[in-house]
């Protein structure tokens, strides 16, 4: 529990009313009652300020006289209310060590912990804090950043680096080797090694069932304060810019660059060797085929429309080209 004072000690913010109020967390504004802490961080919700039965508020700074309960003033509330929650809602604390059935071959901190059934190959290079749970697979040669937490079974192929303060959640696998097949004249494949790495920065959180192919030649690389969301797929040869974010089932071709603090919506897709500018944001669901040059919010999907509606439009879109032949036709008759 803390006071509004308290908080406001350590995150900022002015406290209007009872500073001495306790919450206990957060909640929404629908959702609070006694002793949470609510807030309010879409002007188009004010109205439900009325009924809220929150102890306290979190508001912007437009909204400080919107209501008389006991608040905190902030210029981002969202901001604002994510911190507060970090508070409530610490880390799992875990009692440093090495689990009696984890194998380890090689030397772990003794402020690490490494839990039942995780593994660390010879070469690897685990820093201090790090958590490795269970069933994990650290392979040689890997590099750990200190604070950085694995949940059960992640796979780190030999020689991938990740930084420090990281998550990782269940299921992810970094450096796996990448798509990379030559085809002879008789249609048979051949494999080419991928002698590249996977390079994360610190501060980086990968969702579950995540996957990062390990480089073909040059290393994949992830950018600082990446934050990638569940089941996505990003290919060899990838590089990521700093703090971008990735929401869930996107699909990353290899060789593609894409620059920082870029947003990419779920279930959107890139092909392989593009380059996309920092600071773009891609709709979901949409496939990008050319490099973005420059900032800005690129969409290319339709909505969801009936089926006969769709098959009709379809038909028209098919005979697109004739019907802007017959256009420009009438244009140059109506010209003459």
Partial sequence: MFRLDELAERLGGEVIGDGAITVRRVATLEQAGDGDLAFLANPKYQARLRDCRASAIIVGLGARNLTDRPRIVTGD??????????????????????HPSAIVAAPVPSSATILAGASVEAGAHIGEDVVIGPGCRIGRGVRIGAGTRLNANVTIYHDCEIGRDGIVHSGVVIGADGFGFARERDGNWVKIPQTGR???????????????????????VI??????????????NVRIGARTAIAGCVGIAGSTTIGARCMIGGQAGVIGHLEIADDVVVSAGTLVTKSIRKPGVYTANL????????????????????LADRIRALEERISQ
């Fill in 198 to 220: 996977v390079v994360i920065g610190d501060e980086v959180e990968i969702g579950a069932n995540t996957t990062i192919d390990r480089g073909a030649l040059d290393d994949t």
């Fill in 223 to 236: 950018g600082d304060g990446v934050k990638l969301d569940n089941q996505i797929q990003i290919g060899h």
């Fill in 77 to 98: 509330p969202y901001v604002y209310f994510a911190r507060v929650a970090q508070l409530f809602s610490p880390p799992e604390a875990f009692a440093p060590g090495v």
């Fill in 303 to 322: 909505p969801v429309q009936a089926h006969a509606d769709w098959v009709k439009n379809f038909a028209h879109l098919r005979h697109l080209d004739a």
